[in-house]
């Protein structure tokens, strides 16, 4: 068998294969992806839709300087490796990144649910029920309207470029985590799960999940052999 890559075939009888028309969703299938590096990219397209992301942000740079560094998070490995088995639907997920994206040095995340749908590209009501869900544990909490909290055990931005010092000294916001987790904890009015976060809620849930399916299989194996057995029975 010839290992050589196959090559595509070319038509010889002259007919053309008929384009689809621009405006057809199927025709996205045929054209270049375009590539986004920023959300003020993806504002920039939608200029008739409300994104309100702020001012324009320079570009980060994880690993800058120790006493300048750009942008610099702390993302809990833990934390992406629980959620990425707990969560069976995709948008709570989108939503985590999105808001991880969106952090601010402090870990405060200055979005309205509006904005969330808009990027996301689903209803608010859709957001709202992910958010829901995402809160219930403790992930993030409301500061106030258009103003939520990363947890920061789980995801936490240290530091973040000032825009505007680009043509002065660069300047720069940095918040120890070591300070906001003290600030949080300090707070009676937050709920124990966000003053004291623990995945442990979503680890019995996923065991309980795998349980419920081991015990779905053995059931539905159990139904096959039952059919099984009742038609050979029949056939005898």
């Given at each position: 068998m010839s290992i050589q890559p196959k090559r595509r075939r070319t038509r010889t009888d002259g007919v053309t294969q008929p384009r689809l028309p621009m405006q057809d969703p199927a025709a996205a299938w045929d054209q270049p992806l375009r590539p986004v590096e920023t959300l003020d990219d993806l504002a920039k397209r939608y200029p008739d839709r409300p994104v309100g992301l702020g001012p324009r942000r320079k570009k980060m740079e994880f690993y800058g300087p120790p006493d300048q560094p750009q942008g610099f998070s702390l993302d809990s490995l833990?934390?992406?490796f629980i959620i990425a088995q707990f969560f069976r639907e995709a948008l709570p997920l989108r939503l985590i990144f999105l808001l991880i994206a969106c952090?601010?040095?402090?870990?405060?995340?200055h979005l309205r649910q509006d904005d969330m749908a808009t990027v996301l590209d689903v209803s608010r009501t859709k957001v709202n029920e992910a958010l829901a869900v995402i809160m219930s544990h403790g992930i993030v909490f409301k500061v106030r309207r258009g103003v939520y909290q990363f947890n920061p055990p789980y995801s936490y931005r240290v530091a973040e470029f000032i825009p505007g010092t680009e043509s002065e000294e660069p300047q720069y916001v940095k918040v120890e985590q070591s300070d906001a987790i003290r600030t949080i904890r300090e707070d009676q009015t937050l709920p124990k799960l966000v003053r004291f976060p623990s995945l442990a809620k979503m680890r019995e849930e996923i065991e309980k999940l795998r349980e419920e399916r081991?015990?779905?299989?053995a059931?539905?194996?159990?139904?096959?052999?039952?059919?099984?057995q009742q038609e050979e029975g029949a056939g005898q």
């Amino acid at each position: 068998m010839s290992i050589q890559p196959k090559r595509r075939r070319t038509r010889t009888d002259g007919v053309t294969q008929p384009r689809l028309p621009m405006q057809d969703p199927a025709a996205a299938w045929d054209q270049p992806l375009r590539p986004v590096e920023t959300l003020d990219d993806l504002a920039k397209r939608y200029p008739d839709r409300p994104v309100g992301l702020g001012p324009r942000r320079k570009k980060m740079e994880f690993y800058g300087p120790p006493d300048q560094p750009q942008g610099f998070s702390l993302d809990s490995l833990e934390f992406f490796f629980i959620i990425a088995q707990f969560f069976r639907e995709a948008l709570p997920l989108r939503l985590i990144f999105l808001l991880i994206a969106c952090q601010r040095a402090g870990g405060q995340i200055h979005l309205r649910q509006d904005d969330m749908a808009t990027v996301l590209d689903v209803s608010r009501t859709k957001v709202n029920e992910a958010l829901a869900v995402i809160m219930s544990h403790g992930i993030v909490f409301k500061v106030r309207r258009g103003v939520y909290q990363f947890n920061p055990p789980y995801s936490y931005r240290v530091a973040e470029f000032i825009p505007g010092t680009e043509s002065e000294e660069p300047q720069y916001v940095k918040v120890e985590q070591s300070d906001a987790i003290r600030t949080i904890r300090e707070d009676q009015t937050l709920p124990k799960l966000v003053r004291f976060p623990s995945l442990a809620k979503m680890r019995e849930e996923i065991e309980k999940l795998r349980e419920e399916r081991a015990q779905d299989r053995a059931r539905r194996r159990e139904e096959r052999e039952l059919r099984k057995q009742q038609e050979e029975g029949a056939g005898q």
